[in-house]
């Protein structure tokens, strides 16, 4: 409808003007919300003992250039959260945090992904009862390592360790000069043959075996893979997969024993080789330091 008369405001809804000749939107259902979820923020990565503020910076439930909004409530769904369009997270936890927005009869949810990199994570490879421990990058610059049986080391990044008995041990990495404590820990079988990292469940096997078979070495490795085959298995392509399911092709040399890789540029962790050939593919687990 079009009405004369100076500004107002008419059930929270700015009349706007044109020409002399005032405008109002009005609804059947007295709502009005932006369709796109804008309310929980960027997704962001942060250190363990960082504080991070989630949602939008500000909001105004009033009118905003031709944009009108009704009035809004927020109820984000994780406990002690405030009922606001932002929440600031002292301690945050890795993964998702949710936001309910309504306005009348409508409602938007919204979500926002929050990493947080501890600078504890671990890998360890496990060979009778001798462990190897590798920490992942980014790293704590002052740590301390337990083995869980009462014995600690504080001097060695990447510690061996031969325990004098069979059994389960928890073994943790803490970060020292941060304000939240970061820790990392797996709990290991000693004695075993096996390897794995705190960012993937304990003892995965080395190799994920299909026919043909294919080994790495060295493994865990930081340059120069050698990938062992049979001779009848001629190699068309490998893939690299990192944790998070991102794959790239990686360039090989053959070699008398197979191919030759180079992971020298890639970050440490754990990764999947998917080495495809002319009839058959085979995958086996890599770790990189």
Same mark, same amino acid.
């Given at each position: 409808? #079009?009405?004369? &008369?100076?500004? @107002? ?18 609804? @059947?259902?007295?709502?009005?919300? $932006?369709?796109?979820?804008?309310? #929980?923020? #960027? ?8 504080? !991070? ?25 994780? /406990?002690?959260? $405030?009922?606001?369009?932002?929440? !600031?997270?002292?301690?945050?936890? /890795? ?21 947080? /990199?501890?600078?504890?994570?671990? +890998?360890?490879?496990? !060979? ?25 080391? !504080? ?8 325990? $004098?008995?069979? &059994? ?10 941060? $304000?939240?404590?970061?820790? @990392? ?5 000693? %004695?075993? /043959?096996? @390897? ?35 001779? %009848? ?30 992971? %020298?540029?890639? +970050? ?15 995958? %086996? ?5």
């Amino acid at each position: 409808m #079009a009405v004369k &008369g100076d500004d @107002s405001y008419i059930n929270q809804f700015l009349m706007k003007h044109s020409g002399g000749i005032y405008f109002i939107k009005l609804t @059947s259902d007295y709502c009005l919300i $932006p369709n796109e979820p804008i309310y #929980a923020g #960027a997704d962001r990565e942060i250190f363990c003992g960082d504080q !991070t503020t989630i949602g939008v910076e500000e909001f105004n439930p009033l009118a905003s250039g031709w944009q009108l909004f009704s009035a809004h409530s927020w109820d984000w769904i994780e /406990n002690g959260l $405030p009922n606001n369009y932002k929440a !600031t997270l002292t301690d945050p936890e /890795n993964g998702y945090y949710h936001i309910k927005v309504k306005s009348g009869v409508c409602s938007v949810m919204d979500s926002v992904l929050v990493q947080v /990199n501890k600078q504890t994570n671990f +890998s360890y490879v496990v !060979t009778g009862k001798t462990i190897k421990l590798t920490r992942i990058e980014p790293s704590i610059e002052n740590f301390i390592w337990d083995f869980g049986n009462g014995v600690t080391n !504080t001097i060695n990044p990447s510690p061996v360790y031969t325990y $004098p008995d069979s &059994g389960a041990y928890s073994v943790c990495l803490t970060g020292l000069v941060i $304000p939240t404590e970061c820790i @990392s820990c797996a709990t290991l079988q000693i %004695s075993g /043959n096996y @390897s794995g990292s705190t960012l993937i469940p304990t003892g995965i096997k080395e190799d994920i075996k299909s026919d043909p078979e294919i080994k790495l070495y060295p493994n865990p490795a930081s340059g120069i893979v050698e990938v062992i085959t049979e001779d %009848s298995f001629p190699v068309k392509e490998i893939i690299i997969f990192n944790q998070t399911g991102q794959s790239s092709s990686i360039p090989f040399d053959k070699t008398d024993v197979g191919y030759r890789i180079d992971v %020298s540029n890639l +970050s440490g962790g754990i990764y999947i080789l998917y080495v495809k050939g002319v009839w058959s593919a085979v995958k %086996s687990k890599l770790i990189v330091y």
